[in-house]
Structure formats: structure tokens, C-alpha cells
């Protein structure tokens, strides 16, 4: 169901692409609200602390940077796409495969031996050290899989089709939730039961996508022979993947520093920062969902030269992230509360979580130039500056407030107010730019 978004309505086009990725993301967080309350009910604060604190961070960090380096290195097969060189479709597809596939062989081992390691360097709460660190070393056992899967997901979007992606997101999504409940509810394997879950849900998932991207009668294929490493390929993989992993490890990574800090003010506030995660995770997710709709536009579009359709598309991106995000933060501030008492009975881990949400719900607007303007950024190529923008904008200014701001008044309203301060300025510092426009003349390997 490849789709040619280089012709026709842009706001229409737009609009059908994004609403599947929208609806896969918002399963899937829907699927981590369901496992922070079977883990929350079922298996106690502790338990959540451990599979969502400092074990997070790390997946976020680690895992985060090669997931945003397949959506990053899919820009040139949409490239390649819309600039009509089908011929070369399949040995780009297989390239990126081959080493995406790589890289989650070499992570799963070296995530399995650093696990400890890295859960002391956050200065993680003894009583949830055990748990993070089981939890940990299962998950990264199908980091293989959670690596091929988002590579061919982003491929597929890439050619213009988001809706095979969601369909077998929400089976593996339905496949996760019931294996929680039996492994967890049933057996009683508390945090061992979720790793287990959420690795044999990643395989299916993986499968079914290979066997899509397989099938004979489209206008690619992966294939064996196509698969391995064309250094053609990897170069413009890795030009445009790298920096987009470095851009998603920068947020990781700033966000690792705060998760210190965030465990220095003990497990309630852990628990809670997780529980914030749950729950504003909706917002985020479609928001990152609105960003790879207009990547995969621009990317289809640059390479077609269509440059009249990709202006068109940051105005309308822009005006459809503003709507979703004055929607989702009304429903936040009206609806938080109920909601975390579904997913939690402790009334301290509600109150506490209400508490970081009203710091940042209201401020969300501030964020849209940031995911609308670093989209159509990667779409066409250009992948260094940004990353220097988000680098200093998130990454280095929150560190330097955690060093300065938080050490000196130690409270979690200081901590939260290093995230709102962030995305106004790395917003002002895209826009500007943005506005200079000399990225849509660039010409890049992939436009061969």
C-alpha cells in the first residue's frame, strides 16, 4: 500500500498519512498505560519504580538512539522514492535491514553486560536495584527484534504507507497486554512477566513486517540477495541516521541527568515521574507521530523537487500540531486525575504526578516549532544543524540547570521548570533557522 505523496491535496495527503500513525502511537501508549497499571495493582510501587525509572532512562538512551536512527536513515529511501529510481529500492531496503539487525545484536550484548553498571551510575534506589536489573537484561534480549522492527516500520512509512505499520502494531499491542496478564496476573511473575511479554510481542511484530516487506507483486522487496551492507547505501544511511540518533539521544540523555536528580528526591517522586511519563506519554506520542507524517512527506517530496509542496506542508504541519496539542492539554488538565487513580491506588504517587503534569501540560504549545521544524528539517536532508540546535537548546542548557538551578533549590518544582525553559529556547533558535532557508537549495548523495 506504498503511497506517492508527491501529488495531490498536501493537507489531505498529510491528514491520511499521519491519523495511522497517530492511532499505532496512541495504542501503544494506551499498552504502556495498561502495563503501568497491571505493574502498579499487581506488583507493587517498588515495581513500577524499577521498570520505570531509571530502566526507562536507559532503554530511552540506548535503544532510543538506534530507534531514531532508522527513522532518520529511512529519509533517503523516501528520497530515493520520490525521485522515481526504483531500481534501487531493494538494495537500500536491505542494506538498512542488514544493519539495523547488526546493531541490535551487538546492543543486546553489551546491554545485558552493562545493566548494573549503568542502574548504579543513575544512583538507582537500592530496594528497586534487583528488579530494574532483571528487567534490564530481558528486555534487552529482544533488542534484535525491536531494532529490525521500527527499521522496517520507518521503511514502509518512508514509501508511503503508515497503515500496515499501525494494524500490526495493534496486534502486537493485543499480544503484549495478554501475555502481561497471564504472565503477571496468572503466574505471578511480576517484573520477569512483563520482560517476557514485551519481548515475545517484538517478535511477532518483527515477523509479520519481514513477511510483508518479503512479499512478492510491489514495487519492492527484501530480499537475501539484496541483504548486506552496500556502502553506497550506508553512507547516506548513516549521514541522515547518526545525527537523528545523536538528536534523540541528546533529549535521552538530559533526561538520564534529571532522572539523577529525580532520584535523589527518593521512590515516591521516582514512581511519580514515572507515572508522568503514562500518562502525558499520549501527547508525546502523537506529537512524534506528526513528526514522522511530515518527514516522510518532505523526504518524498525533496527528492521529487517538490519544494512548492514542501512549504505548504510546514504550514499545514504546523497548523495541525497546534490543534492537537491545545486538544490533548484541555483533556490532560481536566482528566489527569482520574486517570492516574485507574493506575494506581497510592494517593501520594497521584497527588505527586498531578504535580509535574501542571508544570508541563500547560506549556506544551511551546514545543510544536521544536517537532514541526526539526521534521521538516530531516526531511530534506539536512541533518547536522539541527542537532547542534537541539543539542544546546535541550541537552546542555538542562544539564547546566541541574547543576545550578536544581543543586541550589533542590525541589521538584526547579527540576520541572528546566523542561519548559528548554523548549522555548531551542523553539526561538529552529525558527531563526528555519527562517534563513538555505536548507531547501541543499543538494545531498541521495538525490543522485
Known amino acids: ?64 538512539f538506534f530507534v531514531a536512527m532508522t527513522a532518520g536513515s529511512s529519509v533517503f529511501i523516501g528520497q530515493i522514492y520520490g525521485s522515481g529510481r526504483r531500481q534501487e529500492l531493494n538494495k537500500a531496503i536491505g542494506t538498512s535491514v542488514t544493519v539495523m539487525g547488526l546493531c541490535g545484536v551487538g546492543l543486546m550484548l553489551a546491554g545485558i553486560a552493562a545493566s548494573p553498571v549503568l542502574l ?16 534490564l537484561r530481558i528486555y534487552f534480549l529482544g533488542v534484535p527484534f525491536l531494532m529490525v522492527l521500527n527499521m522496517e516500520s520507518s521503511i514502509l512509512r518512508a514509501l508511503g504507507d503508515s497503515l500496515h505499520p499501525f494494524l500490526y502494531m495493534v496486534v502486537g499491542c493485543v499480544l503484549n497486554i495478554a501475555a502481561d496478564a497471564l ?20 517478535a511477532v ?64 517522586v521516582v514512581a511519580s515521574w514515572a507515572m508522568s511519563g503514562k500518562t502525558d506519554g499520549f501527547y508525546w506520542a502523537v506529537s512524534s507521530a506528526i513528526g514522522a507524517a511530515i518527514t516522510s512527506f518532505i523526504a ?39 486517570f492516574l487513580r485507574l493506575l494506581t491506588p497510592d494517593e501520594a504517587v497521584v497527588e505527586t504526578t498531578r504535580r509535574i503534569m501542571f508544570f508541563f501540560v500547560p506549556f506544551y504549545f511551546t514545543w510544536v516549532l521544536v517537532e514541526v521544524l526539526s521534521a521538516v528539517l530531516r526531511g530534506a536532508g539536512d541533518a547536522f544543524y539541527p542537532v547542534v540546535i537541539t543539542g544546546v537548546g535541550i541537552c546542555l542548557f538542562r544539564v547546566v540547570w541541574i547543576m545550578t538551578v536544581f543543586a541550589y533549590f533542590g525541589t521538584l518544582s526547579s527540576l520541572c521548570l528546566s523542561y519548559t525553559v528548554s523548549w522555548i529556547i531551542t523553539s526561538a533558535a529552529l525558527l531563526i533557522y528555519y527562517k534563513k532557508g538555505s536548507w531547501i537549495n541543499r543538494r545531498h548523495p541521495a538525490d543522485r
Open 183 to 202: 504472565f503477571v496476573i496468572v503466574f505471578g511473575w511480576g517484573i520477569e512477566g512483563v520482560a517476557i511479554a514485551t519481548v515475545a510481542a517484538q
Open 300 to 338: 518524498q517530496n525533496y527528492g521529487a523537487g517538490r519544494t512548492d509542496r514542501v512549504r505548504q506542508c510546514v504550514k499545514q504541519g504546523l497548523i495541525m500540531h497546534f490543534v492537537i496539542t491545545a486538544f490533548f492539554s484541555g483533556v490532560l488538565m481536566l482528566a489527569a486525575v482520574p
Open 120 to 135: 548504579r551510575l543513575l544512583h538507582t534506589p537500592e530496594e528497586t536495584m534487583e528488579g530494574a536489573v532483571l528487567y
Open 205 to 268: 511484530n518483527t515477523a509479520l513486517l519481514t513477511g510483508l516487506l518479503a512479499r512478492r507483486g510491489q514495487d519492492y522487496r527484501l530480499t537475501f540477495r539484496d541483504m548486506g551492507i552496500k556502502g553506497t547505501y550506508l553512507a547516506d544511511m548513516l549521514r541522515l541516521g547518526i545525527p537523528a540518533g545523536l538528536q534523540s539521544s541528546m533529549y535521552s540523555i538530559s533526561n538520564m541527568i534529571i532522572q539523577i536528580a529525580v532520584n535523589s528526591l527518593g521512590t515516591l
Open 1 to 64: 500500500m506504498n503511497a506517492d505523496l508527491t501529488e495531490g491535496s498536501v493537507w489531505r495527503k498529510l491528514l491520511v498519512f499521519f491519523l495511522p500513525v497517530a492511532a499505532g502511537t496512541i495504542i501503544q501508549q494506551l499498552y504502556n498505560a495498561v502495563d503501568g497499571l497491571i505493574v502498579g495493582r499487581f506488583v507493587g510501587t517498588n515495581a513500577l519504580a524499577a521498570v520505570g525509572g531509571s530502566s526507562a532512562q536507559i532503554i530511552s538512551v540506548l535503544v532510543g
